[in-house]
C-alpha cells in the first residue's frame, strides 16, 4: 500500500513537471532605500497575477508574467511598503525603487520581522518575517538560539549545542518546524532533542505564534516556524559567499561556505557548514544532583564539546508558470552529554583528562537526511496548483557505558544504549482560487507516514508505523481598505500501530542477565479523528494602526511517546511513563494583535488566552525509578488547563543618531483540575536594548553601531508540584556591528559579549536546570561575513 502511495505521488510530480508555458512579459528593475543601498530579499509581488519573487544581494530583480500586470507591491521588513503603476511601462524599462526605512531591532542585531503597517492584512495571526541577514547576525550555534531575542520565544537547550524553540510556553510537538512546505521529524517530543538544521542554511524564516492547526495539522499548536531558501532571482548569476564565526567561552569555529549559480531558468546551490567547540565554562564551582553536591573543575562542564558537519544541495528550475525545486539536506552532529548526566557522578570522573575538546561517553550520534520537492504552477490568473513531497531519515544514537545501566559489559557487543531511526514520508498537496484581490480559498490535502525502528541495550519508546491525512479548506476576504477577514475548517485522521517491547532482566548485584523479561510496552493500536475551525479578522483602523483578532479551534493527537514510552531519558534526568489511554487535545484560542507606527514610533502587542480539554503533559511524581540510574519518575497526564499572557515589542528612533527596543513577554498556565500550574514554562522576562549610530556617515566606507542590551528574567515560582523554583537574573550585552565597502563588496563583521559580568543564572526550561547547572558563562562572539564572488 506504501509503495502504490508513492508511485502515485511521483506519477503527478512528473505530470507536473513536463508542462511548461513561456514567458509573456519580462520586468526587472532594482530596490534600494532611501540613501541608495541596494535592499536585498525585498518581496516583489504581481498584480493581480499574484505571482511573487525576492531581490538578490544586490537589490535586484526579474519577474516573468504571463500577462500584462496593472502593478507592483513592494515590501520588505522593515520598510514602508510601496505600489508601483506598471501597466503602462515598456517590457525593456527598467524599474529603480526606493523603499523608506521602517525597522525594529532587537538586543544586539538587528531584527528584521514583519513591518508594522507593512504586514500583509491577509494574516489575521500574530506574525513576523526573518530575512537571513538578522539570522546571520543573531546566530549563536543553533538555528534554535537566533530566535531566542524575539518576543514570545525561548530557548530549550542542553548545554551549548542542542536547543530548541519553545513559542508562548509549548514546545516540541506543539511547535512544526516546515523546511520548504516539509514538516521536520526529527524525534522532536524529546527535550534534549535539538533541531537537526544547520544555522547557516535558513535564509528566510516565517514565525507564527499562536494556534494554526487549520493550515498545518495537529503540530500545529501553538506555533509554526516556516523556514525557506531565498530565491535566485538574477537570469545570470554566481555567488561564492562565507560567514565564520568564532566564540571565545567553548572556543568554538564555525565556517559555512555557500556557492549559487543561475543560467536562465536553471539555477543550483551549494552550501557546506562545519562546527567544533570544547566543553564549554559556567560561572560555578559547583552543582547539586540528587541531594550530593558535585565539583566542577576549572568551571568547565567535562564532556559537553562536540563536532558538526552540514551540506545540502538545492537546484531547480524557474519558469513563467512552472517553479520545480528539490533540495538535499544532510545534517550530522556528535555532541557529549554532561558526564553528569547518567548514573550517580562521582568527584574523580567529573575531571579533565586535558583535552577540553574530546568527546567521550555519553554522547548523542545524530544524523537528519532530508530530500524536498516544491513543485508549482498556475494554471491561469486564478487557479494555482501546488504539490510538496518530502523524504526524511532521522537517525539518533545515545551512548553510555553499560555498567551505569545495571549491565556488565562484556554481556553486550557495543555501548549503544539507545538507538531510534525514523523514517518518514510526506505529502501536502494544494489548490488556490484567486478572484483578484478580493476573494482567495485554499483547498489543502496533507499526507504522512511514520516508521520507527529502534536498537540498543536501553528501552525509552517501541517501535511504531503512524499514518495521517488531512483536508482542509481555508477561505480569505478583503471587504475594503479596512476590514479583512478569514475563516476555515479541517477534518483529520491517524492511527498509531505500536509493537510489545520485552526488555531483559539482569541482576543488579552480578549485573549479569537472570533470563527473565519485563513487559514494557504492549502492542496496541490506536485511531484518532478530529473536526477543527478557526476565523480571524484584520481591521485597519487608521493608516497608522491594525488591529487583528484571530478565534480557533485547534486540536493535537497523542504521540507514541505519550502512550508507550517507558523508559529512562537519560538526556532528561528522568524515567519517562507513557498512558495508551490518552485521548486527543482540543484548544479553544483567542489572540489580539495591536499593531502602531507613527514617527520615530513602532509598537506591537499581542495578548492570548487558551482553554484546552484533556491537555498532555509530562508531570513529575516525586518518585525514584526502579530502574538502574533512572532518577525521577515523570508521568505523561491528562488535564484540563489555560495559558495566557502578553507580548510586546516597542521601538522609538530619536532624530539624534539614538535608537531604543524595549521587549517584554510573560506566559502563564494552570492546571485546572489540580489548581497548579504546568511544568517547565518559561519566565517573564523584559529586554531593553540602546543602539548609537553616530560613529559612521552614509558616504563614508565603514560604518558601525554600537548596541547596549540588558536582559532581566524575572523568578519563576508558579510551579508545578515536585518542581523546582528559579530565581531572578540579569544580565548585559554589548555589541558592535562594521560593514565595510572594499573592492564593491560589502564585509561585514561583528563583534559581542554576552553575559558581560559572567552573571551565574538558571533557565528555568533548560535540561540541565534539573541537576542546578547555570548557563553559559560570559563569552566573546566575533563574527564575519565575506562575499569572495559575486558575478552576473
Given at each position: 500500500m506504501r509503495t502504490n502511495g508513492r508511485a502515485f505521488l511521483i506519477t503527478i510530480f512528473l505530470m507536473v513537471s513536463y508542462t511548461m508555458v513561456c514567458a509573456q512579459i519580462r520586468l526587472q528593475g532594482k530596490v534600494t532605500d532611501d540613501q541608495n543601498h541596494a535592499i536585498a530579499a525585498a518581496l516583489i509581488r504581481v498584480i493581480p497575477e499574484g505571482k511573487q519573487v525576492f531581490t538578490d544581494e544586490e537589490g535586484n530583480f526579474l519577474i516573468d508574467c504571463a500577462e500584462q500586470p496593472d502593478r507592483l507591491w513592494v515590501t520588505h521588513a522593515g520598510f514602508q511598503a510601496k505600489a508601483l503603476q506598471v501597466n503602462n511601462q515598456s517590457a525593456d524599462t527598467f524599474l529603480?525603487?526606493?523603499?523608506?526605512?521602517?525597522?525594529?531591532?532587537?538586543?544586539?542585531?538587528?531584527?528584521?520581522?514583519?513591518?508594522?503597517?507593512?504586514?500583509?492584512?491577509?494574516?489575521?495571526?500574530?506574525?513576523?518575517?526573518?530575512?537571513?541577514?538578522?539570522?546571520?547576525?543573531?546566530?549563536?550555534?543553533?538555528?534554535?538560539?537566533?530566535?531566542?531575542?524575539?518576543a514570545g520565544v525561548n530557548n530549550m537547550n542542553v548545554g551549548v549545542g542542542i536547543?530548541?524553540?519553545?513559542?508562548?510556553?509549548?514546545?516540541?510537538?506543539?511547535?512544526?518546524?516546515?523546511?520548504?512546505?516539509?514538516?521536520?521529524?526529527?524525534?522532536?517530543?524529546?527535550?534534549?532533542?535539538?533541531?537537526?538544521?544547520?544555522?547557516?542554511?535558513?535564509?528566510?524564516?516565517?514565525?507564527?505564534?499562536?494556534?494554526?492547526?487549520?493550515?498545518?495539522?495537529?503540530?500545529?499548536?501553538?506555533?509554526?516556524?516556516?523556514?525557506?531558501?531565498?530565491?535566485?532571482?538574477?537570469?545570470?548569476?554566481?555567488?561564492?559567499?562565507?560567514?565564520?564565526?568564532?566564540?571565545?567561552?567553548?572556543?568554538?569555529?564555525?565556517?559555512?561556505?555557500?556557492?549559487r549559480w543561475r543560467q536562465d531558468r536553471l539555477y543550483y546551490d551549494v552550501r557546506l557548514t562545519h562546527q567544533s567547540f570544547g566543553d564549554y565554562r559556567v560561572p560555578s564551582e559547583e552543582f547539586t544532583y540528587a541531594g550530593y553536591i558535585l565539583p566542577i573543575y576549572e568551571h568547565r562542564l567535562k564532556?559537553?564539546?562536540?563536532?558538526?558537519?552540514?551540506?545540502?544541495?538545492?537546484?531547480?528550475?524557474?519558469?513563467?508558470?512552472?517553479?520545480?525545486?528539490?533540495?538535499?539536506?544532510?545534517?550530522?552532529?556528535?555532541?557529549?552529554?554532561?558526564?553528569?548526566?547518567?548514573?550517580?557522578?562521582?568527584?574523580?570522573?567529573?575531571?579533565?583528562?586535558?583535552?577540553?575538546?574530546?568527546?567521550?561517553?555519553?554522547?548523542?550520534?545524530?544524523?537528519?537526511?532530508?530530500?524536498?520537492?516544491?513543485?508549482?504552477?498556475?494554471?491561469?490568473?486564478?487557479?494555482?496548483?501546488?504539490?510538496?513531497?518530502?523524504?526524511?531519515?532521522?537517525?539518533?544514537?545515545?551512548?553510555?557505558?553499560?555498567?551505569?545501566?545495571?549491565?556488565?559489559?562484556?554481556?553486550?557487543?557495543?555501548?549503544?544504549?539507545?538507538?531510534?531511526?525514523?523514517?518518514?514520508?510526506?505529502?501536502?498537496?494544494?489548490?488556490?482560487?484567486?478572484?483578484?484581490?478580493?476573494?482567495?480559498?485554499?483547498?489543502?490535502?496533507?499526507?504522512?507516514?511514520?516508521?520507527?525502528?529502534?536498537?540498543?541495550?536501553?528501552?525509552?519508546?517501541?517501535?511504531?508505523?503512524?499514518?495521517?491525512?488531512?483536508?482542509?479548506?481555508?477561505?480569505?476576504?478583503?471587504?475594503?481598505?479596512?476590514?479583512?477577514?478569514?475563516?476555515?475548517?479541517?477534518?483529520?485522521?491517524?492511527?498509531?500501530?505500536?509493537?510489545?517491547?520485552?526488555?531483559?532482566?539482569?541482576?543488579?548485584?552480578?549485573?549479569?542477565?537472570?533470563?527473565?523479561?519485563?513487559?514494557?510496552?504492549?502492542?496496541?493500536?490506536?485511531?484518532?479523528?478530529?473536526?477543527?475551525?478557526?476565523?480571524?479578522?484584520?481591521?485597519?483602523?487608521?493608516?497608522?494602526?491594525?488591529?487583528?483578532?484571530?478565534?480557533?479551534?485547534?486540536?493535537?493527537?497523542?504521540?507514541?511517546?505519550?502512550?508507550?514510552?517507558?523508559?529512562?531519558?537519560?538526556?532528561n534526568f528522568r524515567h519517562e511513563i507513557g498512558d495508551n489511554t490518552l485521548v486527543p487535545e482540543n484548544g479553544y484560542q483567542a489572540d489580539l494583535n495591536i499593531l502602531h507606527q507613527r514617527g520615530g514610533w513602532s509598537l506591537d502587542a499581542s495578548a492570548f488566552f487558551a482553554y484546552y480539554e484533556n491537555y498532555i503533559y509530562l508531570s513529575p511524581s516525586g518518585k525514584y525509578s526502579f530502574l538502574p540510574s533512572g532518577g525521577t519518575m515523570w508521568q505523561y497526564k491528562q488535564n484540563k488547563a489555560v495559558y495566557n499572557g502578553y507580548e510586546f515589542t516597542g521601538s522609538y528612533q530619536f532624530k539624534v543618531p539614538l535608537k531604543i527596543d524595549l521587549v517584554a513577554e510573560m506566559v502563564q498556565n494552570l492546571n485546572l483540575d489540580e489548581g497548579l500550574p504546568l511544568p517547565l514554562t518559561p519566565a517573564a522576562s523584559i529586554l531593553n536594548v540602546y543602539h548609537y549610530q553616530g560613529l559612521s556617515k552614509s558616504s563614508e566606507k565603514l560604518k558601525t553601531e554600537l548596541s547596549f542590551g540588558v536582559r532581566y528574567y524575572f523568578a519563576q515560582n508558579r510551579v508545578a508540584r515536585n518542581e523546582q523554583t528559579t530565581p531572578s537574573a540579569l544580565l548585559f550585552n554589548v555589541s558592535s556591528n562594521h560593514e565595510w565597502e572594499l573592492f564593491d563588496r560589502t564585509l561585514k563583521f561583528q563583534f559581542i559579549v554576552e553575559n558581560l559580568f559572567n552573571t551565574p543564572y538558571f533557565n528555568h526550561i533548560s535540561r540541565y536546570r534539573l541537576i542546578n547547572l547555570p548557563e553559559q558563562g560570559r563569552n566573546f562572539m566575533v563574527k564575519l561575513q565575506m562575499p569572495l564572488l559575486s558575478s552576473r
Open positions: 529603480e525603487i526606493s523603499l523608506r526605512m521602517a525597522s525594529v531591532t532587537l538586543e544586539e542585531v538587528q531584527v528584521q520581522e514583519q513591518g508594522i503597517l507593512e504586514a500583509k492584512v491577509d494574516h489575521t495571526l500574530s506574525v513576523q518575517n526573518i530575512d537571513q541577514n538578522f539570522l546571520q547576525q543573531s546566530t549563536k550555534g543553533t538555528f534554535a538560539e537566533s530566535l531566542s531575542t524575539l536547543s530548541k524553540p519553545v513559542i508562548r510556553g509549548m514546545s516540541g510537538n506543539r511547535v512544526m518546524v516546515a523546511q520548504n512546505g516539509i514538516k521536520q521529524e526529527s524525534q522532536q517530543w524529546g527535550a534534549d532533542h535539538g533541531l537537526e538544521i544547520d544555522p547557516f542554511d535558513a535564509e528566510q524564516v516565517q514565525l507564527i505564534k499562536g494556534p494554526v492547526s487549520l493550515l498545518y495539522g495537529s503540530d500545529g499548536m501553538g506555533g509554526v516556524i516556516r523556514i525557506e531558501d531565498k530565491p535566485i532571482q538574477l537570469s545570470e548569476s554566481r555567488q561564492l559567499n562565507w560567514q565564520s564565526m568564532y566564540q571565545a567561552n567553548n572556543h568554538a569555529f564555525s565556517n559555512s561556505l555557500q556557492y564532556n559537553t564539546a562536540g563536532k558538526e558537519l552540514h551540506a545540502s544541495l538545492r537546484f531547480g528550475y524557474d519558469g513563467p508558470r512552472l517553479k520545480s525545486s528539490w533540495k538535499v539536506a544532510s545534517f550530522n552532529q556528535v555532541v557529549g552529554i554532561f558526564t553528569g548526566a547518567i548514573g550517580l557522578p562521582r568527584s574523580y570522573n567529573l575531571q579533565h583528562a586535558g583535552d577540553y575538546r574530546n568527546i567521550e561517553y555519553p554522547r548523542q550520534e545524530n544524523s537528519h537526511l532530508m530530500v524536498t520537492s516544491n513543485t508549482s504552477y498556475a494554471l491561469t490568473k486564478q487557479h494555482k496548483l501546488e504539490l510538496d513531497l518530502g523524504f526524511q531519515r532521522n537517525q539518533r544514537r545515545e551512548l553510555s557505558f553499560p555498567a551505569a545501566h545495571g549491565i556488565a559489559q562484556d554481556q553486550l557487543i557495543s555501548n549503544l544504549a539507545l538507538g531510534l531511526y525514523l523514517n518518514t514520508y510526506t505529502a501536502n498537496f494544494r489548490h488556490t482560487f484567486a478572484k483578484g484581490d478580493h476573494y482567495q480559498v485554499i483547498n489543502g490535502l496533507q499526507w504522512q507516514y511514520n516508521e520507527n525502528s529502534k536498537d540498543g541495550f536501553e528501552f525509552l519508546i517501541p517501535a511504531y508505523t503512524s499514518n495521517s491525512i488531512g483536508v482542509f479548506q481555508h477561505h480569505l476576504y478583503t471587504f475594503n481598505e479596512h476590514w479583512v477577514a478569514n475563516f476555515g475548517v479541517r477534518y483529520d485522521v491517524a492511527s498509531h500501530a505500536v509493537s510489545q517491547h520485552l526488555q531483559p532482566l539482569y541482576d543488579g548485584n552480578t549485573l549479569l542477565p537472570t533470563g527473565e523479561f519485563m513487559e514494557r510496552t504492549p502492542d496496541f493500536d490506536r485511531n484518532f479523528s478530529n473536526v477543527s475551525a478557526a476565523i480571524g479578522v484584520n481591521y485597519l483602523l487608521s493608516k497608522d494602526t491594525h488591529i487583528k483578532l484571530n478565534l480557533g479551534n485547534s486540536f493535537r493527537f497523542p504521540t507514541v511517546i505519550e502512550l508507550a514510552s517507558n523508559g529512562v531519558h537519560h538526556g
